[in-house]
């Protein structure tokens, strides 16, 4: 196993100097009509500086959340309970004052959203939406602020940049409506970028495009990077290591080779399982994933995945897997893939035509 550092217990295991962002026991709860949703549930996890986090999770596993959390940026029946920190280069951003964490957010972690015209106000232009962080946290006057906005359109491949800062949001196309919430995000030097599913709204051949570029940026400019991702295929090639979320926890972390390679937790097998391959056969149908993520008002007692999970026994019903791995590779799971135990219990359900919580196989398994 490649050397991580990541623990959902305890302090993370990095040399303190390579770490740009701990969080420690991140939680979140929504107070719904029907009762406190936990939508993040005590997440851990380190940062290094210039790497690459990916997160991957299906829609409600808790990973927008989770850097919402961060960025501060959450709704208001959020509830965040206490016991939590979150440090960025050992500063505990939790503690601080409204006006020091507004700085903080607004200079040192930036963040990109999955669809650039709910970030970008569709009636001002592009220039004053790029240049107005700059004049205000980096006290630029206009000329220095315009100056750098031109430099930071070129920088995210965007042609004619003078021109562009004339334009409103609408008269650009999608791709080029990212690159400027790039642009606007990279305008105050974060030593920190989150990306929430940043191409999920671009076709295809743009998606590349942003990610190659967002890859690229990141490497030259030496930041730290989360990209949130429904889609295991982003991360592969991109992502330092891997973090896979489901039910408000990270369920699998690893350095990402590793994650894909000896990949231990059944969600994490399920989701690899479902990305489309080009040596398949045309015609045959994609893996689906079983069944549909757990309603976390009212979460089950044990294992979260366990009715939907091929691997599942009557243990995991009643007995929520903690943590087990090494500090390079993690993952919660009493049957993980790949072991002995994994693939008897596989085995097992496979010969029973049911896992243990009743679901067919022969749609769980493939
Ligand atoms: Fe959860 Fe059990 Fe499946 Fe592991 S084998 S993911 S513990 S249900």
């Known amino acids: 196993m490649s050397g991580g550092n990541t623990l959902e217990s305890g302090p993370p295991?990095?040399?303190?100097?390579?770490?740009?962002?701990?969080?420690?026991?991140?939680?979140?709860?929504?107070?719904?009509?029907?009762?406190?949703?936990?939508?993040?549930?005590?997440?851990?996890f380190a940062l290094r500086r210039g790497e690459t986090l990916g997160v991957v999770g299906e829609s409600g596993s808790g990973k927008s959340v989770m850097v919402r959390a961060i960025m501060n940026i959450l709704p208001g029946n959020a509830v965040r309970p206490p016991g939590q920190s979150l440090r960025l280069a050992g500063r505990d951003i939790l503690s601080l004052t409204p006006t020091e964490r507004k700085r903080v957010l607004g200079t040192e972690i930036a963040m990109i959203f999955q669809d650039p015209m709910t970030s970008l106000n569709p009636v001002r232009r592009i220039g004053i939406q790029l240049t107005e962080s700059m004049r205000h946290h980096l006290?630029?006057?206009?000329?220095?602020?315009?100056?750098r906005a031109v430099d930071l359109l070129n920088l995210v491949g965007i042609p004619e940049p003078t021109r562009r800062l004339r334009q409103y949001p609408h008269q650009l196309s999608g791709g080029m409506r990212q690159r400027v919430t790039i642009a606007?995000?990279?305008?105050?030097?974060?030593?920190?970028?989150?990306?929430?599913?940043?191409?999920?709204?671009?076709?295809?051949?743009?998606?590349?495009?942003?990610?190659?570029?967002?890859?690229?940026?990141?490497?030259?400019?030496?930041?730290?990077?989360?990209?949130?991702?429904?889609d295991l295929g982003v991360v592969a090639g991109r992502a330092t290591r891997t973090a896979v979320m489901y039910a408000g926890k990270i369920v699998e972390i690893a350095e990402t080779v590793e994650l894909f390679d000896n990949t231990r937790h059944p969600y994490s097998r399920a989701l690899l399982d479902s990305?489309?391959?080009?040596?398949?056969?045309?015609?045959?149908?994609?893996?689906?994933?079983?069944?549909?993520?757990?309603?976390?008002?009212?979460?089950?007692?044990?294992?979260?995945?366990?009715?939907?999970?091929?691997?599942?026994?009557?243990?995991?019903?009643?007995?929520?897997?903690?943590?087990?791995?090494?500090?390079?590779?993690?993952?919660?799971?009493?049957f993980p893939v790949g072991t002995p135990a994994g693939e008897a219990a596989r085995r097992a359900n496979i010969a029973a035509g049911v896992t243990a919580t009743g679901l067919a196989t022969s749609k769980a398994v493939s």
């Open 13 to 44: 295991a990095v040399a303190p100097a390579e770490t740009l962002l701990e969080a420690d026991h991140l939680t979140v709860w929504f107070d719904t009509p029907r009762g406190q949703l936990r939508a993040v549930d005590g997440v851990s």
């Open 139 to 147: 006290d630029l006057g206009k000329a220095e602020a315009t100056k």
């Open 184 to 230: 606007i995000a990279l305008a105050c030097n974060p030593t920190l970028l989150v990306a929430d599913e940043p191409t999920t709204a671009l076709d295809v051949t743009v998606q590349k495009q942003i990610l190659d570029l967002l890859d690229r940026l990141q490497t030259e400019l030496g930041m730290s990077m989360i990209l949130i991702t429904h």
């Open 275 to 334: 990305i489309p391959r080009v040596e398949r056969p045309s015609h045959q149908k994609l893996d689906a994933i079983a069944g549909r993520p757990p309603d976390m008002v009212d979460p089950p007692r044990g294992c979260a995945f366990a009715p939907r999970c091929a691997y599942a026994q009557p243990r995991c019903i009643e007995e929520e897997p903690e943590l087990s791995g090494d500090a390079g590779h993690q993952w919660r799971c009493h």
